[in-house]
C-alpha cells in the first residue's frame, strides 16, 4: 500500500494546489552545473573552453574560431586547438588584433601611482594627453613617497602574470635607511623577514654603502621593504625601483617616460607567455 500511495502521488497533476511544484533539470543544465561546480582541468578543447567561460556554445565557439575572431596566444585560433592553463585566449568581436603600448616610467617622490579621491596627480595624468587617451593603466604600485619604475600598459592580460604571486618575476630596489646597516643585515634580509606573522620569501640583497643597499625580490607586499627593515631595525628613507624583469629604469629622469619596444618587448612578452 505504502508504493501504491507513493504511485499516486506522482500522478497528481502540477498544478494541484498544495502540491510542490517539481521541475527537473534537463540534460543540458546538468552538465552545465557540473561543469561549473568543478574546477576546469586542462588541456581542453578550445571550444569547451570558450564554453566555459560563457562565449557562446562550443558549436557557436568553433563558428567564432572559423570567422578569425578568437586567438590564441595572440595568433588566430584554429578549431579543434587545445588550451594549456597558462595559454592565453582572446575573443574579439572585430576579427582585429588588439593595438597593446608598454611604457616605462620613472615615478617621483610625492605622485600617486593610482588615481586618489584627494584629487592629487596620478601617474597617468603625468603623461601628454595623447598618450592618457590610450587608457594606460600601471602595473603595480609604488607608494608616494617611492620613485623609480612603473611599467604602465592598456594590455590587461600582464597583471595578473606580471602581479600574481604564483610567478616569481624578480623587481630590483635601491634603498637608503636612517642608520647604518648592522653586520648581520644582508643574511638576514636574504634568509625572509617575520613582518607581522608573514615571512618573506628569500631575496638577493647587495651592501652599497654604509647606510644603502639594492635587494631584488620575487613578492610585493604591501610597503614590503620598509617593513622590512623596521623588523630588522632601521628605517627607509628613501626607495627607489631600478628593475622589473628585464625592463630597467637606466638613465630614465625623474617624471620621464619611455616606449618598451623592440627587443626590450619581445624579452618582456615572452617572460609572461603572452607570445
Known amino acids: 500500500m505504502k508504493t501504491k500511495r507513493q504511485g499516486t502521488a506522482r500522478r497528481v497533476p502540477k498544478s494541484a494546489p498544495g502540491r510542490k511544484k517539481t521541475v527537473r533539470p534537463s540534460h543540458h543544465k546538468q552538465t552545465a552545473t557540473a561543469t561549473t561546480s568543478t574546477p576546469p582541468t586542462f588541456p581542453m578543447r578550445i571550444n569547451r573552453y570558450l564554453a566555459l567561460q560563457g562565449h557562446s556554445t562550443r558549436r557557436g565557439a568553433d563558428e567564432m574560431i572559423e570567422k578569425g575572431l578568437v586567438f590564441l596566444n595572440r595568433r588566430p585560433a584554429k578549431v579543434g586547438d587545445t588550451v594549456q592553463k597558462t595559454d592565453t585566449v582572446e575573443v574579439r568581436r572585430s576579427g582585429k588584433m588588439p593595438v597593446y603600448t608598454y611604457i616605462a616610467i620613472n615615478k617621483p617622490s610625492g605622485v600617486n601611482t593610482h588615481k586618489e579621491t584627494t584629487g592629487e596627480k596620478d601617474i597617468v595624468s603625468t603623461l601628454p594627453k595623447d598618450l592618457q587617451q590610450l587608457n594606460l593603466f600601471p602595473v603595480g604600485r609604488l607608494d608616494k613617497d617611492s620613485e623609480g619604475l612603473i611599467i604602465l600598459t592598456n594590455d590587461g592580460r600582464v597583471t595578473d602574470r606580471l602581479l600574481n604571486p604564483i610567478y616569481d618575476h624578480e623587481k630590483t630596489y635601491e634603498v637608503k635607511t636612517k642608520m647604518p646597516l648592522r653586520n648581520n643585515f644582508k643574511e638576514k634580509m636574504e634568509g625572509g623577514v617575520n613582518i607581522e606573522g608573514y615571512t618573506t620569501k628569500p631575496c638577493k ?60 618587448r619581445e624579452e618582456f612578452l615572452k617572460a609572461l607567455s603572452l607570445v
Open 205 to 264: 640583497v647587495e651592501i652599497l654603502s654604509e647606510k644603502r643597499f639594492r635587494v631584488t625580490l620575487t613578492e610585493g607586499k604591501t610597503h614590503q621593504i620598509r617593513r622590512m627593515c623596521v623588523a630588522l631595525f632601521n628605517e627607509v628613507s628613501a626607495l627607489r625601483r631600478v628593475s622589473v624583469m628585464n625592463i630597467r629604469l637606466n638613465n630614465l629622469p625623474s617624471g620621464g617616460y619611455r616606449l618598451i619596444e623592440g627587443k626590450e
